[in-house]
């Protein structure tokens, strides 16, 4: 069964930065892109970007332009979301969400969430 | 970036009875070529993240009930759930991919 597997929640001082995984089980990895979508508390998600695990491809949103940074590693069918100069209103759960393409992008497959926490 | 704006807000609903959720986008995201809505909606519980429900507007995803429909084109869609159950109880997004990704604020469906 498919599955998308996020690491654990962390805290961070603002303007520090922070890593968050996906690990990918179940389906062929490079067969689709995995998307980051972000919630911040009692708000709606808000999408981030994509990579492409076939060919290492993204598309950030331009909001996150600059701070943002996917990568995979198809040796552990593993995608990595890098955010910098975090503030507090980055505070949010982040999740990996899988989608058929990148002109295809409903999210049929989510992770659980990571809780990212900024605070002084 | 286009602008998805749900209706209402808030929702209360008896069992058994007809829930309706608006979305309206900012611009069409009907593309002429496909003749497709890139409109899809998600259902959210506390806790967990979305899930997919409808695709392409009017497409229901694998596994949903056949309760839950979806219809609209251009600018304006909506979300039916013909007969409410207690488990439906959520907020329910839409999401459009037609350009950059974006979703609408939620509306948060409860029972009367």
């Known amino acids: 069964q498919v599955e998308l597997v996020q690491s654990g929640a962390e805290v961070k001082k603002p303007g520090a930065s922070v890593r968050v995984s996906c690990k990918a089980s179940g389906y062929m990895f490079t067969g689709f892109y995995l998307h980051w979508v972000r919630q911040a508390p009692g708000q709606g998600p808000e999408w981030m970007g994509w990579i492409n695990p076939n060919r290492g491809g993204t598309h950030y949103d331009q909001k996150f332009q600059g701070r943002v940074t996917m990568t995979r590693d198809t040796s552990m069918n593993t995608v990595y979301m890098e955010l910098s100069r975090l503030k507090s209103d980055d505070t949010a759960i982040y999740y990996c969400a899988r989608a058929p393409s990148s002109g295809y992008s409903v999210f049929d497959y989510w992770g659980q969430g990571s809780l990212v926490t900024v605070s002084s | 970036d286009i602008v998805m704006t749900q209706s209402p807000d808030s929702l209360a609903v008896s069992l058994g009875e007809r829930a309706t959720i608006n979305c309206k986008s900012s611009q069409s995201i009907l593309y002429s070529s496909s003749n497709r809505n890139y409109l899809a909606w998600y259902q959210q519980k506390p806790g967990q993240p979305p899930k997919l429900l409808i695709y392409?507007?009017?497409t229901r995803q694998s596994g949903v009930p056949d309760r839950f429909s979806g219809s609209g084109s251009g600018t304006d869609f909506t979300l039916t759930i013909s007969s409410l159950q207690a488990e439906d109880v959520a907020t329910y997004y839409c999401q459009q991919y037609y350009g950059d990704i974006t979703f609408g604020q939620g509306t948060r469906l409860e029972t009367k």
């Open positions: 392409w507007a009017s």
